[in-house]
């Protein structure tokens, strides 16, 4: 089967007749959640269920749950996760009990996507902080110490393997340096190469076998004047540098940093390298006037990593969900952590 090398948002809690037509037109990879497409549970058990015998029965479903304040599966139908940033400040008072934490947050969260259907999680963030890193980011990085940033995310990858849901490292090749917010703006990290590489990029390089990677929406001016996801350089260095071997996503195409009707957006994307554009604002309809010049790309080729994940060995020691709610529990009161809402 050939598909079209998009993920696509949906517009509700349910799929109209208008919609299934016109997604089924394009064929996309995959589809992506957001809160727009949750109420409960069982609402959303029935819209999943309505994509697969809809659309595709092995469509990816795709949804942002990091944790923190980027959950699109909210309270009360759900538990409000830790954020990244709670978790790397746990580190600093015991590396044991946060990458422990890192690991059962990454199960549970599996767990909740897998009951639903959901098997692609856009987490976790491998940006790596600075004292400017731009709010919209600051609880979704774990540390400015890369080291630290490599050992939580390797113990949460860990964690979602055990449901399987496949992991999106992101925002790759790194965001931590912006001082501004890409959904609104283009941000511009001045900054060497050579510090990129051997600090912002580095966390890339140490999970660089993993199937996805989303892009950042950032000039690196030592590099290119363009931004990571449309850039030829950016994305060449992603595959030497970096040595990711990947499915490479766009971050939302209709984010501000980029510019240009969609259609050009698109093509750039595609034409630096990028494998798939990810499109979360729902106006899919928009596709179908380009969409004899939009590439047709074997499942088969871009799922080998996917496949490959969801079927390695899971943890020997691996304990029922209910045990390891039990002990995330126990985390959080020794600790005296407290998950906002």
């Known amino acids: 089967m050939f598909v079209s090398p998009l993920v696509l948002g949906l517009d509700s809690l349910r799929l109209s007749k208008s919609?299934?037509?016109?997604?089924?037109?394009?064929?996309?990879?995959?589809?992506?959640?957001?809160?727009?497409?949750v109420d409960d549970k069982s609402q959303l058990k029935a819209l999943i269920g309505e994509i697969k015998e809809s659309v595709?029965?092995?469509?990816?479903?795709?949804?942002?749950?990091?944790?923190?304040?980027?959950?699109r599966l909210c309270e009360p139908n759900w538990i409000r996760y830790p954020s990244y940033r709670d978790i790397g400040q746990l580190y600093m008072k015991s590396s044991k009990d946060a990458k422990r934490l890192s690991y059962i947050v990454g199960c549970l969260i599996a767990n909740d996507l897998v009951d639903l259907g959901i098997d692609i999680n856009c987490a976790p963030c491998l940006d790596v902080g600075q004292p400017n890193t731009t709010d919209i980011l600051t609880e979704r990085i774990f540390s400015s110490d890369v080291n630290i940033v490599m050992k939580l995310a390797k113990e949460m990858i860990k964690g979602f393997q055990q449901g399987p849901v496949?992991?999106?490292?992101?925002h790759i090749p790194g965001h931590g340096r912006s001082s501004l917010d890409s959904h609104l703006e283009l941000p511009t990290i001045d900054e060497s190469i050579e510090n990129l590489i051997c600090h912002d990029f580095e966390p890339f390089i140490k999970f660089?076998?993993?199937?996805?990677?989303?892009?950042?929406?950032?000039?690196?001016?030592?590099?290119?004047?363009?931004?990571?996801?449309?850039?030829?350089?950016?994305?060449?260095i992603i595959r030497t540098k970096i040595g990711f071997s990947g499915l490479i996503i766009t971050d939302d195409i209709h984010m501000q940093a980029l510019s240009g009707k969609l259609e050009s957006r698109v093509f750039n994307a595609l034409n630096a390298g990028c494998d798939v554009v990810l499109d979360c604002s729902g106006n899919n309809i928009d596709y179908i006037k380009f969409l004899d010049k939009l590439p047709k790309i074997k499942l088969t080729i871009m799922d080998k990593g996917v496949k490959d994940f969801k079927t390695a060995q899971k943890d020997e020691d691996f304990q029922n969900i209910d045990n390891i709610f039990d002990e995330y529990c126990s985390i959080l009161k020794d600790n005296k952590m407290k998950v906002d809402s």
């Open 166 to 170: 496949v992991p999106i490292l992101k």
């Open 56 to 71: 595709r029965e092995d469509i990816h479903i795709l949804i942002d749950q990091e944790g923190g304040k980027v959950q």
């Open 208 to 236: 660089n076998k993993l199937p996805i990677a989303m892009t950042a929406h950032v000039k690196y001016s030592s590099i290119d004047n363009l931004p990571g996801t449309i850039s030829k350089k950016i994305v060449k």
């Open 19 to 37: 919609e299934v037509s016109i997604i089924n037109d394009i064929n996309p990879y995959g589809l992506i959640l957001f809160s727009r497409n």
